[in-house]
């Protein structure tokens, strides 16, 4: 592996990314318009719940307003990462197979690709983390971007597990969505998940340690090192699975 | 010899695409492969090239390979000079030698002007004489070129015919899969595919 090829290969995909108009619109409009619905639709009334990650006897007292600011910054952030991973380890696919017979090794490539995403999800996590804050002030700012790279990281990860298995663009987009809505966009929302009737099968889902890091980081003292370790396992699981399909598939014969 | 296939096979489910396809290209020779549509030309390339396995068989090659795809394999939102700089980097070849030949490249096949367009800008014309491009960027030893002028004007399809015999002088071997049977005087061994075998 030569490391001309994976800053070669990095730059291209960043350049390209960058001059997709439509990319850089959603990264801007999407966390802004959700977070502005936020403001306009929630009322300021307090709401006492407790979290899973934490102890029986911790009560978390926030705004229904606060709460909804990160569960929305974090859902943003999750489908984001995950659209965008998906469109850059899908959408030049047969032109990277073109790269890998020229001398490209399939894993010069993925690094490239793992490198710009983990760009984008350091970017995102900030961009989110800061408009957030602008909205709703955040107790810990630094820590709750970092739960935002978290689930950047985790979605990122899914992303390109779909990425690699699913050929046609529209199946791997309603695959995202499809998840992102029902597993970061409602189950994960700890008002539903506090009335739930299984709570197991939630925490099974890429979002939950993600989202517990988040609430845990914005608003509280506690330690989330725990949901951060299960949260960077589970984001594992799905690179590991989305590197070794990607390089069986991609490989010269 | 630049390149030895033996009794090559492949099947895609029950259809048997190619049966038995065994065949030798020498240094410095021009070959044909002629089919009809869905003869399984391209599915032989892709073999020979790497994308595909074959079910049976063997495929020995030698020396620097070059491969130009029936469709233009190409990024939409790089200009042309980054693909020159993406797949000379690819194939090993350092900045000064990538510059001097996509220079000639570009010279030659008459696109200079579209140094640095985007490929979405590009006619079709233009992105096939890019794609015919990197496939030369090398200097291959062989050189396989499937349905390579998809797109041209006349007069780049003379000029691809000029560079084809420059390379062929040069001692490259080269392939090329066609439908035009016209092109037969320009060949020196021309190979038939039908029904999964060369008639």
């Known amino acids: 592996m030569t490391v001309n090829k994976v800053i070669t290969g990095l730059s291209m995909i960043l350049r390209m990314l960058v001059r997709q108009k439509i990319v850089i619109i959603l990264l801007l409009i ?11 639709t929630t009322s300021d009334r307090m709401l006492p719940f407790q979290l899973a990650s934490l102890n029986d006897d911790v009560f978390i007292n926030i705004s229904e307003k606060g ?36 001398g490209y090794h399939p894993i010069e490539l993925l690094i490239s690709i793992l490198l710009a995403l983990f760009l984008v999800v350091a970017l995102i996590a900030i961009y989110v983390g800061i408009l957030t804050n602008a909205f709703y002030t955040i107790d810990n700012l630094g820590r709750f971007i970092l739960s ?22 529209l199946e791997g987009i309603l695959l995202i969505v499809l998840l992102v809505n029902i597993d970061v966009g409602w189950l994960q929302n700890p008002l539903f998940y506090a009335e739930a009737q299984n709570q197991i099968i939630i925490k099974f889902l890429p979002a939950y340690f993600p989202s517990q890091t988040a609430i845990i980081t914005a608003v509280t003292d506690y330690s989330a090192v725990n949901a951060i370790g299960n949260g960077i396992v589970y984001g594992l699981g799905f690179l590991i699975f989305s590197m070794v399909i990607f390089f069986f598939k991609m490989r010269t014969k | 010899m630049i390149f030895k296939s033996e009794h090559i096979a492949k099947s895609f489910g029950k259809h048997k695409v190619l049966k038995d396809i065994s065949f030798k290209l020498e240094a410095g020779t021009i070959t044909g492969i002629v089919g009809e549509n869905g003869s399984g030309k391209s599915v032989l390339m892709e073999i020979i090239v790497g994308i595909r396995n074959a079910d049976k068989g063997t495929v020995n090659k030698n020396g620097r390979i070059g491969y130009c795809p029936q469709r233009a394999m190409l990024f939409p939102h790089l200009t042309v000079q980054e693909h020159f700089i993406y797949f000379s980097v690819a194939y090993g070849i350092d900045k000064e030698q990538s510059k001097r030949r996509s220079e000639e ?27 015919l491009s990197i496939s030369l960027l090398h200097k291959p ?18 000029r691809f015919w000029d560079y084809t015999n420059h390379l062929k002088k040069r001692g490259c071997a080269v392939l090329i899969v066609t439908h035009l049977l016209s092109e037969k005087e320009r060949l020196d061994h021309i190979y038939e595919l039908e029904n999964g075998i060369f008639v």
């Open chain 1, 30 to 40: 999407i966390p802004a318009f959700f977070l502005t619905i936020v403001e306009f």
């Open chain 1, 67 to 102: 709460i909804s600011f990160i569960f929305f910054a974090v859902a943003s952030s999750g489908f984001l990462v995950s659209f965008l991973a998906l469109n850059l380890i899908q959408k030049n696919n047969t032109v990277n197979r073109r790269l890998i017979i020229c």
């Open chain 1, 148 to 169: 935002l790279v978290l689930i950047g990281f985790v979605y990122g990860s899914y992303g390109l597990a779909i990425g690699s298995l699913v050929k046609a663009e």
């Open chain 2, 105 to 131: 490249l570009l010279h030659h096949f008459n696109y200079k002007k579209y140094l640095q367009e985007k490929i979405i800008n590009l006619s079709g014309g233009t992105q096939q004489k890019l794609n």
């Open chain 2, 141 to 158: 030893d062989l050189l396989i070129l499937d349905e390579p002028y998809n797109g041209f004007d006349w007069d780049t399809y003379q």
